[in-house]
């Protein structure tokens, strides 16, 4: 079974706040757009607050709406790989929680995946073994890993005993 909590984190984390910013900005800002709508005269700054109110609903709708999609729908693809290294992933589109797991799937450029720290507990509750073969199963449209299984061979192409 697939996994989702990575997609429902980038959700949390990256589109919720955009929503959660035009509310705190309509609040804030709520005595002078009603006294400029009463008036049908625009006090200073009035309009462009409420195009960043429009911008930031409009993004939160759109980007929330096709994570929400994807999390229902997952297009989910399969990758077998040794893994190479992992560093935080500064991707503006995901959230400061991710991580960047780079795989070796024997073709270049390197396979890169992303994962929430909160998600990998759920996940993946060990550490990444350098050297070692992993099959990563992901979201297509973010990356996101939604199933790991360790593949069972080392960097070497030796079987690793499990025990």
């Not at 396979?111 to 073994?129: A, G, V």
Request: hydrophobic share 35%; net charge positive; with cysteine.
């Amino acid at each position: 079974m697939y996994n989702l909590s990575g997609i429902k984190h980038l959700i949390l984390f990256s589109d919720l706040p955009m929503c959660l910013l035009a509310l705190l900005l309509l609040v804030l800002e709520w005595k002078k757009i009603s006294k400029s709508i009463k008036r049908k005269c625009w006090e200073k700054g009035v309009k462009g607050t409420l195009f960043i109110i429009a911008f930031c609903f409009i993004w939160f709708l759109i980007s929330g709406g096709n994570n929400a999609y994807h999390m229902k729908h997952p297009i989910i693809s399969c990758c077998e790989g040794m893994y190479l290294r992992e560093y935080r992933a500064n991707e503006s589109r995901l959230s400061f929680f991710s991580w960047r797991y780079v795989f070796d799937d024997g073709e270049k450029p390197y396979e890169s995946f992303y994962l929430d720290s909160f998600s990998k507990k759920k996940i993946f509750n060990k550490d990444f073994e350098e050297g070692k073969t992993y099959k990563i199963y992901y979201e297509e449209k973010d990356r996101i890993i939604v199933r790991v299984e360790e593949s069972g061979q080392s960097g070497d192409g030796s079987m690793i005993d499990k025990k």
